[in-house]
């Protein structure tokens, strides 16, 4: 059965601090890997990886992926307050239509 | 990217009623998606939304429970019939863009409405 699954569950930190969120998955056929944060109900997106070993980078927020060894890493730098939210993994596989499977998110919270 | 606009934003339901979400995309888009998320859950698709025929539904959803119109090429809406207090959740509309890739194989980036929280009282 597919699954991703993220780790940890949440996450608490200072302002400033260097977080890391890990996404690991179990997909056959997979296509891509997208990153979202979703801060009221909203998911907003961040990057789509779909080679291994590139990094990508926004700003303060950066990803990799590691398809051999199944994983994703989203790494925040100096943390802020409005960086406060559930971050999710999602990976894309053809069936049919295309499909996503959703992690269950990391929630973060940044403390001033 | 889409501009997608859901409403509504959020409703609080009696038990036994139906709600009906819109879906609203400023472009003509082939497929929409429903999602829900019940709380502290990830996303889990309902189904697939296509023009001019009937919704692919996933398995565990029903088209008695989640009826689905799609009119037009930029408007959906999904009813969430007879409510039970487990269906509180956030409802979400998506669509979805097409990336070639360098591989020349084809990926897509999702993009959200709103969501609608939806409480069953």
Not at chain 1, 73 to 98: E, F, H, K, M
Not at chain 2, 22 to 30: G, H, M, N, R, Y
Not at chain 2, 77 to 100: A, K, Q
Request: aromatic residues 10%; hydrophobic residues 35%; proline residues 3%.
């Amino acid at each position: 059965e597919d699954k991703v699954v993220q780790s940890p569950l949440s996450l608490v930190v200072h302002e400033g601090d260097t977080v890391t969120l890990n996404c690991s998955y179990e997909v056959t056929n997979f296509r891509s890997l997208l990153w979202y944060k979703q801060e009221k109900k909203a998911p907003t997106f961040l990057f789509m990886l779909t080679s291994s070993g590139i990094e990508k980078k926004s700003g303060r927020l950066s990803s990799i992926l590691d398809k051999k060894e199944l994983f994703s890493i989203l790494n925040i730098t100096a943390t802020q307050t409005g960086d406060s939210a559930v971050y999710l993994c999602a990976v894309l596989r053809p069936s049919g239509t295309y499909k996503y499977i959703f992690g269950t998110g990391t929630r973060l919270k940044v403390l001033a | 990217s889409a501009v997608i606009s859901q409403k509504p934003s959020r409703d609080i339901c009696q038990r036994g009623t139906s709600l009906t979400i819109q879906c609203q995309v400023d472009s003509q888009v082939t497929m929409m998606f429903w999602y829900r998320q019940q709380p502290g859950q990830s996303l889990t698709l309902i189904a697939t939304a296509n023009q001019g025929s009937e919704a692919t539904y996933e398995s565990g959803f029903v088209i008695d429970k989640f009826p689905i119109s799609r009119p037009n090429l930029t408007f959906s809406t999904l009813t969430v019939s007879n409510m039970s207090p487990e269906d509180s959740s956030i409802y979400l509309c998506s669509v979805e863009e097409r990336v070639v890739l360098s591989t020349g194989k084809v990926a897509t980036e999702a993009f959200f409405g709103q969501g609608t929280r939806l409480t069953v009282v």
